[in-house]
């Protein structure tokens, strides 16, 4: 393909869609420096895996690794501090995996995944239901252990990010329908939770995050709005939302520190009528257990279109998957690679 003319969306996805079956991922070679022992992880990993486009990141303490999903393959990967990429999650459906969180007590990867892109793009049939769902896979072989159906007959469901409390539910947020769904830790929904703040046209509920203090932190990619759900498994949940004191462009995918700050992935690739918006990185902290809350930094991102966070014990990493690509058909920066970052 002549590299001068960008390739349509509905193309990007279908070439990456074939990538995923039988093909090897290639990862550009890191410096000796990154294998310094003190911090085994480089400051950046620029990783060349055409048609991957990661979304979601999470970090592995068993394999001290990461994993991605793939909005263009629906696999999970093993992405290792020498760049190497490996499958570990094979390609379950026609869709894109998102948001996705380790749960290491219960030996799991929990993932979200929806055809939204693909319906979008008339890759798929559109006379057939959509779907949208939560999975979780294996950690050590990838094997499928659930997959939730989450589209509850919704015209244009999108399963968007995972969290897991400290029993094993499960809670997935739907930028399409402006819903968190809980699910068991066997698999089966409890119920699913609604509330008119949580309302747009534009894209709605996105990052979320369990706190240990047994509440969630939910973050509304349009307007940058952040919510604290109580009691989320009972059958009224109580929704406040957090006073900020100023709102970032948008919230994407959010992660909780160790130190009890929040850090904040903002970008404008879902902002609806092509308003301008800002690639940065922002850290809250609390001092009221999350009824308001203060920015203590604000990075504008130097890698464009950062979607969301690994927390890691060697620093938070930043993901860029050249997304763009497939929403707007805009070619990345650099083209077949993604970029993970420390902050």
């Given at each position: 393909?002549?590299?001068?003319?960008?390739a349509s969306?509905r193309?990007?996805l279908?070439?990456a869609?074939?990538?995923?079956?039988g093909?090897a991922l290639a990862?550009?070679?890191l410096?000796?420096?990154?294998?310094s022992?003190?911090c085994?992880?480089p400051?950046t990993?620029s990783?060349?895996?055409?048609?991957?486009?990661?979304?979601?990141v999470?970090?592995?303490?068993r394999?001290?690794?990461?994993?991605?999903g793939s909005?263009?393959?629906?696999t999970?990967?093993?992405?290792k501090a020498?760049?190497?990429?490996?499958?570990l999650?094979a390609?379950?459906?026609?869709v894109?995996?998102?948001?996705?969180?380790?749960?290491?007590p219960r030996?799991?990867?929990?993932?979200?995944?929806?055809?939204?892109?693909?319906?979008?793009?008339?890759?798929?049939?559109p006379?057939?239901p959509?779907v949208?769902?939560v999975g979780?896979?294996?950690?050590?072989?990838?094997?499928v252990?659930?997959?939730?159906d989450?589209?509850a007959?919704?015209?244009e469901?999108r399963?968007?990010?995972?969290?897991v409390?400290r029993d094993?539910?499960?809670?997935v947020?739907d930028?399409g329908v402006d819903?968190?769904?809980?699910v068991?830790?066997d698999g089966?929904v409890?119920?699913?939770?609604?509330?008119?703040r949580?309302?747009t046209a534009d894209?709605g509920?996105?990052g979320?995050?369990?706190?240990?203090?047994?509440?969630l932190?939910?973050?509304?990619?349009?307007?940058?709005?952040?919510?604290?759900?109580?009691?989320?498994?009972?059958a009224?949940p109580v929704?406040?939302e957090?006073?900020l004191?100023?709102?970032?462009?948008?919230?994407?995918?959010?992660?909780?520190?160790?130190?009890?700050?929040?850090?904040v992935?903002?970008?404008?690739?879902?902002?609806?009528g092509?308003?301008?918006?800002?690639?940065a990185?922002?850290?809250?902290r609390?001092?009221?257990?999350?009824?308001?809350?203060?920015?203590?930094?604000?990075?504008?991102w130097p890698?464009e279109?950062?979607t969301?966070?690994?927390?890691?014990?060697?620093g938070?990493y930043?993901?860029?998957?050249g997304?763009?690509?497939?929403?707007?058909g805009t070619p990345?920066?650099?083209?077949?690679?993604?970029?993970?970052?420390?902050?």
């Amino acid at each position: 393909m002549n590299a001068s003319v960008p390739a349509s969306r509905r193309t990007v996805l279908r070439l990456a869609t074939a990538g995923a079956v039988g093909g090897a991922l290639a990862a550009t070679p890191l410096p000796a420096f990154a294998k310094s022992a003190r911090c085994p992880l480089p400051r950046t990993l620029s990783v060349t895996a055409p048609g991957l486009y990661p979304e979601g990141v999470a970090w592995d303490p068993r394999r001290k690794a990461f994993l991605v999903g793939s909005s263009a393959q629906g696999t999970i990967s093993v992405v290792k501090a020498d760049g190497s990429v490996t499958p570990l999650v094979a390609p379950f459906a026609q869709v894109s995996v998102l948001g996705i969180a380790v749960d290491a007590p219960r030996g799991r990867i929990v993932a979200a995944y929806t055809d939204y892109f693909f319906r979008q793009l008339g890759v798929v049939d559109p006379s057939l239901p959509p779907v949208s769902g939560v999975g979780v896979f294996d950690l050590a072989t990838g094997a499928v252990q659930h997959l939730v159906d989450l589209s509850a007959g919704q015209p244009e469901p999108r399963a968007n990010d995972v969290t897991v409390d400290r029993d094993g539910t499960i809670y997935v947020t739907d930028t399409g329908v402006d819903t968190v769904s809980v699910v068991s830790r066997d698999g089966k929904v409890l119920q699913v939770i609604s509330d008119d703040r949580f309302v747009t046209a534009d894209t709605g509920p996105n990052g979320i995050v369990h706190h240990p203090a047994g509440y969630l932190l939910m973050g509304k990619y349009d307007g940058g709005r952040l919510f604290r759900i109580d009691r989320p498994r009972s059958a009224r949940p109580v929704i406040s939302e957090v006073r900020l004191d100023r709102a970032p462009t948008s919230v994407d995918g959010i992660a909780l520190r160790p130190d009890g700050s929040l850090v904040v992935a903002a970008n404008d690739l879902s902002l609806a009528g092509g308003r301008a918006g800002r690639d940065a990185v922002v850290v809250l902290r609390s001092t009221d257990n999350w009824r308001t809350a203060r920015t203590v930094q604000d990075q504008t991102w130097p890698v464009e279109d950062p979607t969301t966070v690994a927390v890691t014990p060697y620093g938070d990493y930043v993901i860029s998957g050249g997304l763009r690509e497939i929403l707007t058909g805009t070619p990345s920066s650099t083209p077949g690679q993604f970029h993970l970052r420390r902050r």
